[in-house]
């Protein structure tokens, strides 16, 4: 039976007397690379302030890479961690504090939220729900951070973020995408959403050697030589679950994420993935291991070459009517619309990388 839905005009009332109004628009702010530590692990929090300034979103992990016997320790890890670390976290810190807590259905995630938004709702940005089933999940979160909010006192709404893990969250993916006004985001959950599909594969996303297309035997003049060699392509696991929750993410005005890329050391296929991902509409990935930051800061910015195209296309358009040949190309309106988007992504992250500010101020034809 289908969900009812909220009259239009009650959709951005808070969902509890004394909560925050609701956003109308998601912030367009960096997060290119989510990096992911247990709060509950010392040496990975010792190596949390030096990140801090350096990583677009550090996400402190609940759920599933947490011992049962450790849920505790990395709750209350992370609300020290808030508080002890300055420029973490809050709208004008240029590192943003994440948080993935333990699924809807444990015994941990009320205690999580309590205890999270009471404490440390001030400094905390986006809450990451995993293994979101349908807009029901977002339902529930959406009333008790009300609450919640409204108990702590807080002035600015928690946004919230889906994890697409199970068939039936991608079946309804739309609908958990307009579910309510905190929705900031999806991410991808491929481990999960393979077994749940019952895919063959126990990689941590990325492709798989077996999953290819294989070009057509060689025709000779009197037979078919199906013995001879025949090139194979390795084909994207992912590309029609990344494809539909970019489409649904766009509809609703939030953010497509590629989620965690397993094999650490094949830095290569992660670079290959998380490329694959941008060029679809992703704005960033998860990050499980330092070295796979600098791969997604990389990947999720646009190169000198294309912003300097962009900006060309852009000054040569002048109102965005008619078209243009540019080096032997065509660019009309719907080039300049592709051009803005990487045009307004670059200007968003010069505003919060230093480096990435260099670079695009020192091609020509900066908007003014």
Same mark, same amino acid.
């Given at each position: 039976?289908?969900m009812?839905?909220?009259?239009?005009?009650?959709?951005?009332?808070?969902?509890?007397?004394?909560?925050?109004? =609701?956003?109308?628009?998601?912030?367009?702010?960096?997060?290119?690379?989510i990096?992911?530590?247990?709060?509950?692990?010392?040496?990975?929090?010792?190596?949390? =302030?030096?990140?801090?300034?350096? !990583? @677009?979103?550090?996400?402190?992990?609940?759920?599933?890479?947490?011992?049962?016997?450790?849920?505790?320790?990395?709750?209350?890890?992370?609300?020290?961690?808030a508080?002890?670390?300055?420029?973490?976290?809050?709208?004008?810190?240029t590192?943003?504090?994440?948080?993935?807590?333990?699924? $809807? @259905?444990?015994?941990?995630?009320?205690?999580?939220?309590?205890?999270?938004?009471?404490?440390?709702?001030?400094?905390? @940005?986006? !809450?990451?729900?995993?293994?979101?089933?349908?807009?029901?999940?977002?339902?529930?979160?959406?009333?008790?951070?009300?609450?919640?909010?409204?108990?702590?006192?807080?002035?600015?709404?928690?946004?919230?973020?889906?994890?697409?893990?199970?068939?039936?969250?991608?079946?309804?993916?739309?609908?958990? *995408?307009?579910?309510?006004?905190?929705?900031?985001?999806?991410?991808?959950?491929?481990?999960?959403?393979?077994?749940?599909r019952?895919?063959?594969?126990?990689r941590?996303?990325?492709?798989?050697?077996?999953?290819?297309?294989?070009?057509?035997?060689?025709?000779?003049?009197?037979?078919?030589?199906?013995?001879?060699?025949? =090139?194979?392509?390795?084909?994207?696991?992912?590309?029609?679950?990344?494809?539909?929750?970019?489409?649904? *993410?766009?509809?609703?005005?939030?953010? =497509?994420?590629?989620?965690?890329?397993?094999?650490?050391?094949?830095?290569?296929?992660?670079?290959?993935?998380?490329?694959?991902?941008?060029? $679809?509409? *992703?704005?960033?990935?998860?990050?499980?291991?330092?070295?796979?930051?600098?791969?997604?800061?990389?990947?999720?910015?646009?190169?000198v070459? @294309?912003?300097?195209?962009?900006?060309? !296309?852009?000054?040569?358009?002048?109102?965005?009517?008619?078209?243009?040949?540019?080096?032997?190309?065509?660019?009309?309106?719907?080039?300049?619309?592709? *051009?803005?988007?990487? !045009?307004?992504?670059?200007?968003?992250?010069?505003?919060?990388?230093?480096?990435?500010?260099?670079?695009?101020?020192?091609i020509?034809?900066?908007?003014?």
């Amino acid at each position: 039976m289908p969900m009812s839905v909220r009259s239009a005009k009650d959709f951005f009332r808070p969902l509890a007397v004394g909560a925050p109004e =609701p956003l109308r628009e998601i912030p367009a702010r960096p997060s290119r690379a989510i990096h992911f530590f247990d709060p509950s692990n010392e040496k990975m929090v010792a190596k949390v =302030p030096p990140m801090v300034g350096t !990583v @677009d979103v550090l996400l402190g992990n609940l759920e599933d890479a947490v011992k049962a016997d450790r849920k505790e320790a990395a709750r209350h890890g992370l609300v020290r961690i808030a508080k002890e670390s300055t420029g973490l976290g809050g709208p004008e810190a240029t590192t943003q504090l994440w948080t993935r807590i333990n699924a $809807l @259905d444990s015994p941990w995630v009320l205690d999580d939220l309590i205890t999270l938004v009471t404490e440390i709702g001030d400094r905390l @940005d986006v !809450v990451m729900v995993p293994k979101v089933q349908g807009p029901e999940d977002i339902a529930y979160v959406d009333r008790i951070l009300a609450q919640l909010e409204a108990r702590a006192g807080l002035t600015r709404p928690l946004l919230v973020h889906a994890i697409l893990e199970t068939a039936r969250g991608m079946t309804n993916v739309e609908e958990i *995408c307009g579910a309510s006004p905190r929705m900031q985001g999806l991410s991808l959950g491929p481990a999960d959403l393979a077994a749940d599909r019952r895919m063959k594969t126990t990689r941590v996303g990325g492709g798989h050697p077996g999953y290819l297309v294989r070009a057509d035997p060689r025709q000779t003049s009197d037979h078919v030589d199906v013995e001879g060699q025949r =090139p194979t392509y390795q084909q994207d696991l992912w590309h029609y679950t990344i494809a539909r929750m970019v489409d649904a *993410c766009a509809a609703h005005g939030i953010y =497509p994420y590629y989620g965690p890329f397993g094999d650490i050391a094949d830095t290569v296929a992660c670079e290959d993935q998380f490329r694959n991902a941008y060029l $679809l509409g *992703c704005v960033g990935a998860w990050s499980l291991h330092p070295k796979q930051i600098e791969i997604a800061h990389r990947v999720f910015s646009p190169s000198v070459e @294309d912003i300097t195209h962009a900006r060309r !296309v852009v000054a040569a358009m002048g109102d965005g009517t008619g078209a243009v040949m540019l080096d032997g190309k065509m660019e009309d309106d719907a080039s300049l619309k592709q *051009c803005l988007v990487l !045009v307004e992504l670059a200007e968003q992250l010069a505003e919060r990388d230093p480096e990435l500010k260099k670079l695009y101020d020192a091609i020509p034809g900066r908007p003014a």
